[in-house]
């Protein structure tokens, strides 16, 4: 998830750029650039932070520019893979937020025609084409080139010799802040400070815009898109209107999922895990849930460790680490220890650049974009969805479609379900099989948020002892999908219920015996059993930071707790 901002006006256009991406370091900071129209094309790019790229830079410039901060997707942060990217002659410059899906087979053929790359980027493409059709004229030009393009984008182009700014949308956000001058933008924050009139492009729009002018078209004709009045904060608008950023984050998960899943390298990774006799699996927390969860779902020969207790029971054999933030003091030093005795080390890691990817010989994203919250929610998911995709693609299957949203519109019923759970001091969480893992996790987010005790047990454990602990009106958080464990789990339910148990069953919508055994029912869509920890996670991530919002905790900020836990 990259931050991109152009400017067309009156206005100190650098200064303008500068002030406009620090707002939109949120949403990446491993590298920083601009180009801007003078008499000639003038840019500046590299590694780094807005501050450390883009302070104090002044060019001769007309009235526009195009500035970009970068969360890297394909292609290390450095120099050469910052935005903007540029044809050979430097006349055509672009930035993108995205994953363009056919970029390979694009730069192929412009290879072929004598095209010159620099970067690894898949967004290099796009000045190359449009430089290809300048003949047609420059409008012309950039819309066949967006023409080709496949995935997802928001684009700003600036073109030696005019002053448009040339943009297109495509499933990523764009955004037009509008006081007389222009502000084109990934999201509302940057130009609030100038203006809260804001007119939001739309799925496959692609226009122009220069001082005093704006020109948009979709699906080949005009359209006029009008400003609406923003009533944001600063904080607000970061939150794009969400209470806090974690919310924010439940609610990107379809397109974090979606983004991950569109990285074509889970296919050769999958490739050389099938040629794997044995995969130790190493990581911390949530991402150490979601590596439990590949061992159940997968016929691969895994073993499972936490990174804390890495050095206790690692027997050797190649690793697969996984970690958000790439800098989880206990899973680096598993990742050491291992290298250390000569064995390959592979990565799932979110943050480009961070010291596990450094570290890795192999390494695999999620995109699922900046991660504010301390909580891991969208990357959780997308650290899923990623290992379930290797997972299929192992047995030569492919994942079934993944659609999250019907859950994401249940969070009002889920909240008055947290109203209840905000007055217990502790709460079970019961699963079997795989969702044993979505138990765990979601015991794990109820503490971590709401700070309320919280168990997970497999449900055939309860009698071996837990089972003591049931009283009248403990809460049972009980995960029941229609899977090969349904009939056992109902027996767990029953036994607990028999106890006194408050019952909140998530299940199949059209299981009637379970919903006659809850208390309170979440109805689920049917599901493929293998992606349940996937779905069920989602309803759990909701109820525990709901709890926590009835407890008046700060859930972006939960006490004692860091988002990444770089100590040991
Ligand atoms: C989960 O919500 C927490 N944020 C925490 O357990 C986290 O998953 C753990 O610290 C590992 O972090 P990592 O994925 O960045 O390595």
Redesign the pocket.
């Given at each position: 998830m990259c931050g991109i901002f152009g400017y067309a006006g009156n206005g100190d256009v650098c200064k303008i750029l500068y002030q406009g991406l620090k707002s939109l370091e949120y949403r990446g900071y491993d590298s920083a650039g601009m180009a801007v129209v003078g008499d000639k094309l003038n840019f500046i790019k590299d590694s780094g932070t807005v501050d450390d790229v883009l302070t104090n830079i002044t060019f001769p410039v007309n009235s526009v520019g195009i500035a970009h901060t970068r969360w890297a997707t394909h292609g290390k942060p450095n120099k050469i893979n910052a935005h903007p990217h540029l044809d050979e002659k430097n006349k055509v410059a672009v930035v993108h937020n995205g994953i363009i899906e056919n970029y390979k087979q694009l730069k192929n053929q412009l290879i072929k025609k004598g095209h010159i790359f620099k970067s690894k980027t898949d967004t290099e493409v796009i000045p190359h084409l449009i430089e290809e059709n300048l003949s047609l004229g420059n409008f012309e030009a950039f819309k066949k080139a967006v023409a080709q393009l496949k995935g997802s984008y928001a684009i700003a182009c600036v073109i030696e010799g005019s002053n448009k700014i040339y943009f297109a949308k495509r499933f990523s956000p764009l955004v037009l802040g509008v006081n007389g001058d222009y502000f084109l933008a990934s999201d509302i924050v940057s130009f609030l400070r100038w203006t809260k009139q804001v007119i939001f492009i739309e799925e496959n729009d692609i226009g122009y815009l220069e001082k005093g002018n704006l020109y948009i078209e979709n699906n080949g004709k005009q359209v006029n898109r009008r400003p609406n009045e923003i009533r944001w904060n600063f904080e607000e608008a970061a939150k794009e209107g969400y209470e806090h950023f974690m919310l924010k984050e439940i609610f990107e998960q379809p397109q974090a999922i979606a983004q991950t899943l569109a990285d074509k390298r889970l296919i050769s990774f999958s490739k050389h895990m099938s040629e794997l006799d044995k995969l130790v699996i190493t990581?911390?927390?949530?991402?150490f849930h979601a590596g439990l969860a590949l061992k159940y779902v997968s016929s691969l020969p895994l073993e499972v460790i936490i990174a804390s207790e890495f050095s206790e029971l690692y027997r050797g054999g190649e690793v697969l680490s996984?970690?958000?933030?790439?800098?989880?003091a206990d899973?680096l030093r598993a990742v050491r220890l291992a290298k250390s005795l000569d064995h390959k080390i592979n990565a799932l890691v979110n943050v480009v650049g961070s010291t596990l990817t450094r570290l890795a010989d192999k390494v695999i994203y999620t995109h699922a974009g900046p991660e504010i919250g301390?909580?891991?929610t969208k990357?959780f998911t997308s650290q899923l969805a990623a290992l379930f995709q290797l997972n299929a693609l192992m047995e030569g299957k492919t994942l079934p479609e993944i659609n999250v949203n019907p859950i994401l519109k249940k969070a009002d019923e889920i909240h008055s379900i947290s109203k209840t759970l905000s007055k217990s001091n502790d709460i079970f969480y019961l699963g079997r099989g795989v969702n044993t893992v979505t138990a765990m996790e979601g015991a794990?987010?109820m503490k971590?948020l709401a700070y309320l005790h919280a168990e997970a047990y497999p449900g055939g454990e309860l009698k071996h002892g837990p089972l003591a602990l049931i009283e009248e009106s403990l809460p049972v958080v009980a995960i029941c999908p229609s899977d090969q464990n349904r009939d056992k789990m109902l027996g767990n339910i029953e036994e607990v219920k028999s106890r006194g148990a408050f019952i909140i069953g998530l299940g199949y919508e059209k299981d009637e015996e379970l919903i006659e055994l809850s208390d309170k029912f979440v109805a689920m869509p049917a599901v493929d059993s293998s992606l349940t920890p996937l779905y069920y996670s989602i309803p759990l991530q909701m109820l525990s930071y709901y709890t926590a919002i009835e407890l008046k905790r700060n859930p972006d900020k939960p006490r004692n707790l860091a988002?990444?836990?770089t100590v040991e």
């Amino acid at each position: 998830m990259c931050g991109i901002f152009g400017y067309a006006g009156n206005g100190d256009v650098c200064k303008i750029l500068y002030q406009g991406l620090k707002s939109l370091e949120y949403r990446g900071y491993d590298s920083a650039g601009m180009a801007v129209v003078g008499d000639k094309l003038n840019f500046i790019k590299d590694s780094g932070t807005v501050d450390d790229v883009l302070t104090n830079i002044t060019f001769p410039v007309n009235s526009v520019g195009i500035a970009h901060t970068r969360w890297a997707t394909h292609g290390k942060p450095n120099k050469i893979n910052a935005h903007p990217h540029l044809d050979e002659k430097n006349k055509v410059a672009v930035v993108h937020n995205g994953i363009i899906e056919n970029y390979k087979q694009l730069k192929n053929q412009l290879i072929k025609k004598g095209h010159i790359f620099k970067s690894k980027t898949d967004t290099e493409v796009i000045p190359h084409l449009i430089e290809e059709n300048l003949s047609l004229g420059n409008f012309e030009a950039f819309k066949k080139a967006v023409a080709q393009l496949k995935g997802s984008y928001a684009i700003a182009c600036v073109i030696e010799g005019s002053n448009k700014i040339y943009f297109a949308k495509r499933f990523s956000p764009l955004v037009l802040g509008v006081n007389g001058d222009y502000f084109l933008a990934s999201d509302i924050v940057s130009f609030l400070r100038w203006t809260k009139q804001v007119i939001f492009i739309e799925e496959n729009d692609i226009g122009y815009l220069e001082k005093g002018n704006l020109y948009i078209e979709n699906n080949g004709k005009q359209v006029n898109r009008r400003p609406n009045e923003i009533r944001w904060n600063f904080e607000e608008a970061a939150k794009e209107g969400y209470e806090h950023f974690m919310l924010k984050e439940i609610f990107e998960q379809p397109q974090a999922i979606a983004q991950t899943l569109a990285d074509k390298r889970l296919i050769s990774f999958s490739k050389h895990m099938s040629e794997l006799d044995k995969l130790v699996i190493t990581s911390a927390g949530t991402s150490f849930h979601a590596g439990l969860a590949l061992k159940y779902v997968s016929s691969l020969p895994l073993e499972v460790i936490i990174a804390s207790e890495f050095s206790e029971l690692y027997r050797g054999g190649e690793v697969l680490s996984i970690s958000q933030s790439g800098e989880t003091a206990d899973t680096l030093r598993a990742v050491r220890l291992a290298k250390s005795l000569d064995h390959k080390i592979n990565a799932l890691v979110n943050v480009v650049g961070s010291t596990l990817t450094r570290l890795a010989d192999k390494v695999i994203y999620t995109h699922a974009g900046p991660e504010i919250g301390v909580a891991s929610t969208k990357t959780f998911t997308s650290q899923l969805a990623a290992l379930f995709q290797l997972n299929a693609l192992m047995e030569g299957k492919t994942l079934p479609e993944i659609n999250v949203n019907p859950i994401l519109k249940k969070a009002d019923e889920i909240h008055s379900i947290s109203k209840t759970l905000s007055k217990s001091n502790d709460i079970f969480y019961l699963g079997r099989g795989v969702n044993t893992v979505t138990a765990m996790e979601g015991a794990l987010k109820m503490k971590e948020l709401a700070y309320l005790h919280a168990e997970a047990y497999p449900g055939g454990e309860l009698k071996h002892g837990p089972l003591a602990l049931i009283e009248e009106s403990l809460p049972v958080v009980a995960i029941c999908p229609s899977d090969q464990n349904r009939d056992k789990m109902l027996g767990n339910i029953e036994e607990v219920k028999s106890r006194g148990a408050f019952i909140i069953g998530l299940g199949y919508e059209k299981d009637e015996e379970l919903i006659e055994l809850s208390d309170k029912f979440v109805a689920m869509p049917a599901v493929d059993s293998s992606l349940t920890p996937l779905y069920y996670s989602i309803p759990l991530q909701m109820l525990s930071y709901y709890t926590a919002i009835e407890l008046k905790r700060n859930p972006d900020k939960p006490r004692n707790l860091a988002k990444s836990v770089t100590v040991e």
